[in-house]
């Protein structure tokens, strides 16, 4: 079974461009949650997909940040513009189930660097 | 809050047992705990997870309190594939915080050869 995918692993863009980060989860599975490390901090959460719906993106920091994930299958995230404070490992995350009954897959995540 | 706290470093031998501890004093009775473990340029790693019971799969074992305040990853033979940053995750019920895993800082594994 393929595991989650990221795409690219990693970015280097100047501050002001647009970057766009890709996430294919675990075919088939409805839930996909989007996390970061930024700045050698903890690893926080951005947001949570059930299929093509947000469930929960009160972890987004803001409106230059928008997730997509249209048809339900691999998701977007797009930074415009980016700033410096943005850099950081972005992990994309899949679970069949919603709840506590089930582990996470994560990716390897997507090094972006704000120069 | 939904934190845990653990150990900044930890440092094992080689096919030694290893213990990681966690405390989570203030639990509630829905709160499962979580182990997760990132290795070096990888994205975190789902080790375990339990409720109440003690827990074995094949990675581990997690030992919990009688109170649920505390508990304890047990890796039974320690490799050099398992130094890792290891995160103890308490999640609260869904109302609270949805389906959201809560990082803290972690436990830095180093194992000896």
């Known amino acids: 079974e393929a595991g989650v995918t990221q795409f690219p692993s990693h970015s280097v863009i100047e501050k002001g461009q647009t970057v766009t980060l890709r996430c294919d989860p675990i075919s088939g599975h409805d839930n996909l949650y989007w996390y970061r490390r930024v700045m050698g901090k903890e690893i926080k959460f951005l947001l949570h997909?059930?299929?093509?719906?947000?469930?929960?993106e009160s972890g987004m920091p803001n409106n230059r940040f928008l997730a997509e994930r249209t048809g339900g299958t691999y998701s977007t995230l797009k930074v415009q513009p980016a700033e410096l404070e943005d850099s950081g490992v972005y992990f994309c995350?899949?679970?069949?189930?919603?709840?506590?009954?089930?582990?996470?897959?994560f990716g390897s995540g997507t090094r972006l660097t704000v120069v | 809050d939904a934190k845990t706290t653990q150990p900044n470093s930890m440092e094992s031998n080689e096919e030694e047992p290893v213990h990681l501890p966690c405390n989570h004093s203030?639990?509630?009775?829905?709160?499962?705990i979580h182990w997760y473990r990132q290795l070096p340029s990888q994205g975190p790693e789902y080790v375990i997870h339990g409720l109440t019971s003690n827990v074995n799969n094949r990675m581990a074992s997690l030992a919990i309190a009688e109170d649920r305040k505390s508990s304890t990853l047990i890796l039974h033979r320690a490799t050099l594939r398992d130094a890792a940053v290891y995160y103890c995750?308490?999640?609260?019920?869904?109302?609270?915080?949805?389906?959201?895993?809560?990082f803290g800082e972690g436990t830095q594994l180093t194992v000896n050869p």
């Open positions: 203030t639990i509630s009775g829905t709160d499962y």
């Open positions: 995350a899949s679970s069949l189930v919603q709840g506590w009954n089930y582990g996470y897959t």
């Open positions: 997909f059930v299929k093509e719906s947000k469930q929960d």
């Open positions: 995750i308490r999640t609260q019920g869904r109302e609270t915080s949805g389906s959201r895993l809560t």
